[in-house]
């Protein structure tokens, strides 16, 4: 959830409301939830529902977004975003997020290392630039207080 919750905040807007479906399906010794389907309303009015699943045998990701004029699909690697044409060629148009992805093996597919790089980057520019990163950490606060909500 830490993870993907901040592109969904950049993307989307600021979460007004959650809840969330929780619940453990394996006999694993663990003492929390191992699944969980959680809806989100966004500030902007963009509604959402996100599943997470920690024991998945094949870690994935998709993320479909869908509306009057805008379907889209991402299957969480940097190659797998489409949008439909609706007007023209009513096809599936590849989307091209990142102009190369850095990927280290024995990692899932989706885990690329350039958002890491751009973090570094990031706190860098603000130490010798003063320019302030899109992503801080009372935003970081704001989402573990929203996770917090999720596990309660």
């Known amino acids: 959830m830490a993870i993907d ?61 869908y509306g009057e004029k805008l379907h889209l699909t991402w299957n969480g690697t940097s190659d797998s975003l489409y949008e439909y044409d609706y007007l023209e060629s009513k096809k599936d148009l590849q989307v091209n997020i990142e102009e190369e992805a ?28 003063g320019i302030t990163p899109d992503w801080d950490f009372e935003k970081d606060k704001t989402l573990l207080s929203i996770i917090d909500e999720i596990e309660q």
Do not use: C
């Open 5 to 65: 919750m901040p592109w969904l905040v950049s993307a989307f807007g600021d979460i007004a409301k959650v809840s969330a479906i929780k619940s453990k399906n394996t006999d694993l010794n663990i003492d929390y939830a191992d699944n969980y389907l959680i809806t989100i309303e966004h500030e902007t009015g963009a509604k959402g529902v996100f599943a997470v699943d920690v024991v998945s045998r094949k870690a994935t990701r998709h993320l479909e977004v």
């Open 102 to 129: 850095e990927h280290v093996d024995g990692y899932a597919d989706f885990i690329t290392e350039n958002p890491y790089r751009e973090e570094i980057n990031a706190f860098f520019n603000q130490v010798e630039n």
